[in-house]
């Protein structure tokens, strides 16, 4: 490959250099916090890209798997003085990695075939393969494996994965919201966006989430098929196909509810995707068919907690039963979309709660996409750590708004023999709302 | 492989020397803006005994050690040097003994600043030096550039607090200088000699630190100024009327703007200079020096002055300051920090100068830093790949660090010379300290092996 053709040389060469290599990531960068070599850093990583981008070095499998290594996190770009676009960094890199086929082998071809480009570009096969696991789920038969041992037999790999293996919903989202939901009386038009695992595992969530709107005076147009937003694509390497996401996503919103400039905000409830739904802008900036819409339409995305925070969020009457609940940050929620007090103002917005801080709210749980699976021995231990600090808090519950988060969690919870439930925030103020009728 | 990685490997074994370019680039560089080299490997000792060792490689085989840290350094101090092996020292971090009877800490010289900061705060204890880089520095690295911050005028700079250390010099001895004596004058008091050495004299091992008690509260206020000179006269006021208070931080126009732009905390935009003030201590002498230094303030003309009421608000006050680094960082490729420091009476003189060469060399330079102990972080905006633009800024800084001599300053008073500053050095100390300072070298390093080409040229 030559040296032109990479994303990191074309790349305006002022990002990369925006590093200035002061180490304030360290300390917040939970790969070098295990195994303090600069390799496994942030600004280590940055050096790294520099170098090629400069072409005093090649990409090399070393360097491969040190983007891999990495989980994406962000918590670095948190912590930057000088704001050094590290999403973007990690995103292009990922990509001339991909490029390049330097760590091509024919499993992981196949697994990145299935999945980032098979089952997560259509919606219909990701809901058939849902649809399926559900049955397994329910049936019996997922019992009937795990009795009779048969899980046992599977490589090491695969059976340490097996239980955090997500319980899949009854209903898809669609099921449970119609087109359009129109509040009595009407002061917002807001599209609604459901995600693919929020689709799948947490369909009620996203109902919470148009009943949150509804009773904020939001009316409400949720796409019947909505397409996965391309943030495991573009965290994969794959950034076109996820250009093709953000097409498809924009147009069928716009096919159910109109030009975006006709509503207030674009909601999304699941930090990880609008992290990436916000960058839409960004991505399609130079597609001259789309990048008006897509400027459009990262103005107008919202995460539910933001929404909430800048309509004002009202007090629900009703009450939850008094709980001692904590708050788990999603990485692409608070570092990706630097938000974090509007969340925190939903719980205290709900009467009965008592929200307690955990230690390290805002470090990773190890999810990180499918870091869980790349990457299984790293991820288990950030999510002892975050297990541990859950158990200290004393809570009963504990908040996420993020469902790979909330999906880790609650494997790790129910392994560890953990009573905590793991809900989202909007899911227990919609309760609080409910609760008054 | 060379014959020296051949002998660190069976010493370390593979894990603990890094000889890939992978592993390599990200060690080839500090925290100094535009300085690279890599070195020839990395290593990670966990005892004294595997320094001895690694000393008696490099001895033999004549390749040069740079002892580092964190990478945090700001005058490329742990920069590698060709060929050199990276001596890392993050892995010796453990907490040894806490003694809460003679207010002491012993601790590894890996150990996270941060984390003594924190021992001493669940003693009831403080450890008053925190250096910008405080949540990632090592101790080790603080020691070795006896690093200062924020709270200098009223509690020191790290030196005041290291008791003891352990060093392993050049030819492998392992000696321990200081005492947990309060008063010790038995022999030269050669800690001294190594702390802020930054790697050139021996391989800091261990550090006994002294810790003092917590004062009691803290009191915080900020205030604005329309013009400079004022800022100025305000600390000279504070000073004269025998108030030493642990925090004047001051930013000029430029910061204000940049700070402003970054963290909208409510500065005026037309505001010439900001005070940030802090004061501990009893209770009671806190209130009346705030009160003072209040009415002192608007007696030299600051138009605001906001008392903080809670600690949140005082947190709030002190964003403005904090922020500083971070607000200009972001404006340009390129920022260069700089810590030219002058006696405090010469501190407006100073900005003033600053401002004008600034202006004169077609330059951004923000200024901002420790106004009660004249230590000014006079900070470049530029962009490396300038190279004209880099000229002036290098004619700058000579203009700069020129003044500050003339005003009886120095040309560093926190960072260390490093590399960074090497050719200043002559003009700051004059040839006859240099002198000794290379006398000393030559008979602690005789062969020149660690951390060479830094501070001097031997």
């Known amino acids: ?69 990495c989980l994406g996190c962000l918590a670095c770009s948190t912590a930057c003085p000088a704001n050094v676009n590290y999403a973007e960094l990690f995103e292009l890199a990922r990509a001339d990695i991909e490029s390049s086929g330097i760590l091509a082998n024919p499993k992981r071809n196949f697994i990145r075939w299935l999945t980032v480009k098979f089952i997560f570009t259509h919606p219909l096969i990701l809901r058939m393969t849902g649809r399926l696991l559900y049955f397994y789920q329910i049936s019996g038969l997922e019992r009937l494996l795990r009795k009779m041992g048969v899980i046992a037999l599977l490589p090491r790999s695969l059976r340490d994965l097996e239980p955090f293996t997500p319980r899949v919903s009854r209903h898809f989202s669609d099921a449970l919201i119609k087109k359009t939901e129109a509040p009595s009386q009407r002061l917002y038009r807001v599209g609604m966006l459901t995600g693919c695992m929020q689709d799948l595992i947490y369909s009620h969530v996203n109902r919470d989430t148009v009943d949150v709107l509804l009773a904020h005076d939001c009316e409400v147009f949720t796409p019947r098929l909505q397409f996965c937003c391309g943030s495991l694509h573009a965290h994969n390497g794959e950034l076109e196909l996820a250009r093709v996401m953000a097409r498809r996503n924009i147009t069928s919103l716009e096919t159910l509810a109109g030009p975006l400039d006709k509503l207030d905000a674009i909601i ?56 001692r609940i904590t708050y788990h940050e999603s990485c692409h929620l608070c570092h990706g979309q630097k938000i974090t007090k509007p969340p925190r103002d939903t719980l205290r917005t709900i009467a009965g709660l008592k929200l307690v801080e955990m230690s390290e709210s805002n470090w990773c749980c190890g999810s990180a996409g499918i870091y869980n699976i790349t990457q299984p021995k790293t991820s288990k231990k950030l999510l002892d750590r975050k297990l541990q600090h859950i158990k200290d808090t004393g809570a009963t519950i504990v908040a996420s708004a993020n469902p790979g988060c909330s999906a ?20 227990l103020l919609a309760a609080a709302f409910r609760s008054k009728q | 492989m060379s014959p020296s990685i051949t002998e660190l490997i069976s010493l370390l074994g593979t894990d603990r020397v890094l000889t890939n370019p992978e592993d390599l680039i990200p060690y080839s560089f500090d925290g100094t803006a535009a300085l690279r080299q890599q070195p020839q490997c990395v290593i990670f000792p966990k005892t004294v005994e595997d320094i001895v060792g690694v000393l008696r490689v490099a001895t033999t085989q004549r390749v040069p050690i740079v002892t580092r840290g964190s990478g945090t350094g700001l005058s490329g101090g742990s920069l590698p040097v060709k060929d050199c092996i990276v001596l890392c020292m993050v892995k010796m971090d453990q907490v ?43 101790i080790g690295g603080n020691v070795a550039e006896n690093s200062g911050g924020l709270r200098g005028l009223k509690y020191g700079v790290t030196r005041d607090y290291v008791m003891g250390i352990e060093v392993v010099l050049a030819d492998g001895s392992v000696v321990w200088l200081g005492s947990q004596c309060v008063k010790d004058v038995a022999g030269y008091s050669m800690k001294d000699v190594f702390i802020g050495s930054e790697g050139t004299l021996g391989i800091i091992t261990k550090v006994l630190l002294k810790l003092i008690p917590k004062p009691r509260v803290k009191k915080t206020m900020l205030a604005t100024f329309t013009q400079m000179d004022a800022a100025g006269e305000t600390v000279s006021a504070i000073i004269a009327a025998k108030i030493i208070p642990c925090t004047l931080e001051f930013l000029d126009k430029v910061t204000i703007r940049c700070v402003e732009e970054f963290a909208h905390v409510g500065l005026p935009l037309d505001a010439g200079a900001v005070l940030l003030i802090e004061t501990d201590g009893h209770p009671a002498a806190v209130e009346e020096e705030a009160h003072l230094m209040e009415q002192i303030a608007r007696q030299h003309g600051a138009y605001s002055v906001t008392v903080a009421k809670s600690a949140e608000e005082a947190t709030k006050l002190a964003t403005a300051r904090r922020s ?50 004249g230590n000014l972080h006079p900070t470049f905006l530029t962009d490396e790949r300038n190279a004209t633009e880099m000229e002036r800024v290098e004619d700058a800084m000579q203009e700069i660090f020129d003044f500050a001599i003339k005003l009886g300053g120095t040309i560093t008073g926190e960072h260390g010379v490093g590399i960074a500053k090497k050719k200043f050095l002559p003009d700051a100390i004059g040839d006859q300290s240099l002198n000794l300072l290379r006398r000393l070298k030559t008979t602690l390093d005789p062969l020149g092996i660690l951390n060479p080409g830094k501070i001097f040229d031997q």
Request: net charge neutral; proline share 5%.
């Open chain 2, 324 to 373: 500083a680094f971070s607000a200009l960082a972001r404006v340009a490729p390129t920022t260069i920090l700089e810590d030219a420091t002058v006696p405090r009476s010469e501190v407006a003189k100073m900005i003033r100068f600053i401002q004008e060469v600034a202006l004169r060399h077609q330059l951004r330079i923000a200024t901002f830093g420790h106004m009660g102990d």
């Open chain 1, 408 to 427: 880790q969690l609650e494997a790790g919870l129910r392994q560890a023999g953990s009573s905590v439930k793991v809900m989202h925030p909007i899911s």
């Open chain 2, 96 to 138: 040894l003994k806490l003694d809460e009877k003679n207010l002491s800490l012993l601790v590894e010289t890996g150990v996270i600043t941060q984390k003594i900061a924190e021992i001493a705060e669940t003693a009831g204890l403080f450890y008053p030096p925190d250096p910008g880089s405080i949540k990632i520095s090592t």
């Open chain 1, 268 to 323: 999304s409830n699941a930090g990880g995707c609008g992290s990436h739904l916000k960058n839409y802008g960004h991505l399609l900036q130079n597609d001259p068919c789309f990048s008006a819409r897509a400027a459009l339409w990262s103005e107008k995305l919202k995460d539910i907690h933001e929404w909430l925070a800048i309509i004002g969020i009202r007090r629900p009457t009703g009450l939850c039963s008094p709980e």
């Open chain 1, 1 to 69: 490959m030559t040296e032109k053709s990479l994303n990191l040389a074309r790349l305006d060469y002022s990002v990369l250099q925006q590093c200035m290599h002061c180490g304030l990531c360290l300390p917040t960068c939970p790969t070098y916090d295990a195994s303090k070599l600069e390799r496994n850093s942030p600004r280590g990583r940055i050096s790294l890209m520099r170098a090629i981008a400069d072409g005093e070095m090649d990409i090399t499998k070393a360097f491969g798997e040190e983007m891999y290594f």
